[in-house]
């Protein structure tokens, strides 16, 4: 099964790509989550990264087409996979169809932009592990901490208001057109995204029982 999900930052793409990653036991890839990574530890990879990242930018194709690329070829993407926050851009989506990879479902979650300003200011993470927590919708056993590794959670920098408005704005204008990218292939599911965190989950499930026939 490859599953892709699209949506606005904040929108819950995370959130549920690892309950859907749980459930049928496939990867969820997150470029996000590999760039955060990579600057962590310092690397070549995370210092080319930083400045994208930090001002809320797109980080260059040819670099996340590389990561994305390396990562697919793991034995555990061989039974299927999520894509988490890739695609971004139609260069992107047709890079993955010029490796000969085909999705079988693309879900947008939808939600309002004045809704993911004020979601995005609750989101927490872990600073290990990568988890991710919201402090009123998904908040963790014990404050502060991360219910799956015990390392602590933090608030991500690009989670700040104005990077968010500015990553809002590059979503609608190089990511948003892959809705119809999609679309055009018979692939896309539009999904609520205002919708409780597990009618979502469900209704994406609903989707997917419906092409595993
Ligand atoms: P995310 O965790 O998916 O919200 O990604 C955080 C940041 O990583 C984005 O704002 C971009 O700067 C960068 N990033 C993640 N995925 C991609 C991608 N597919 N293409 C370009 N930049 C990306």
């Known amino acids: 099964m490859k599953l892709m999900f699209?949506?606005?930052p904040g929108a819950g793409k995370g959130t549920q790509a690892e309950r859907i990653s749980e459930?049928?036991?496939?990867?969820?890839?997150s470029t996000g989550a590999i760039l955060r990574e990579a600057m962590a530890q310092g690397s070549e990879l995370g210092k080319k990264?930083?400045?994208?990242?930090?001002?809320?930018?797109?980080?260059?194709?040819?670099v996340v087409?590389?990561?994305?690329?390396?990562?697919?070829?793991?034995?555990?993407?061989?039974?299927?996979?999520?894509?988490?926050?890739f695609p971004r851009t139609v260069p992107q989506a047709e890079a993955l169809d010029a490796m000969g990879i085909t999705m079988d479902l693309v879900v947008s979650i939808e939600v309002d932009d004045d809704h993911?300003?004020?979601?995005?200011?609750?989101?927490?993470?872990?600073?290990?592990?990568?988890?991710?927590?919201?402090?009123?919708?998904?908040?963790?056993k014990v404050?502060?901490?991360?219910?799956?590794?015990?390392?602590?959670?933090?608030?991500?920098?690009d989670d700040k208001p104005e990077v968010v408005r500015d990553r809002l704005a590059t979503y609608h204008k190089q990511t948003e057109p892959l809705k119809d990218f999609y679309a055009a292939k018979g692939l896309l599911v539009l999904i609520n995204g205002h919708d409780e965190i597990e009618n979502i989950?469900?209704?994406i499930c609903s989707e997917l029982d419906k092409i595993r026939g």
């Open 6 to 8: 699209l949506g606005a």
């Open 23 to 29: 459930k049928y036991g496939i990867p969820s890839i």
């Open 49 to 62: 990264a930083k400045s994208f990242v930090d001002a809320g930018t797109l980080v260059p194709d040819d």
């Open 65 to 85: 087409i590389g990561i994305i690329k390396e990562r697919l070829a793991g034995d555990d993407c061989k039974k299927g996979f999520i894509l988490d926050g």
């Open 116 to 140: 993911i300003v004020r979601r995005m200011s609750g989101r927490r993470l872990c600073s290990k592990c990568g988890a991710s927590y919201h402090i009123v919708n998904v908040p963790p």
């Open 143 to 157: 404050e502060g901490v991360c219910d799956k590794c015990g390392a602590p959670l933090m608030l991500r920098a």
């Open 201 to 203: 989950t469900a209704n």
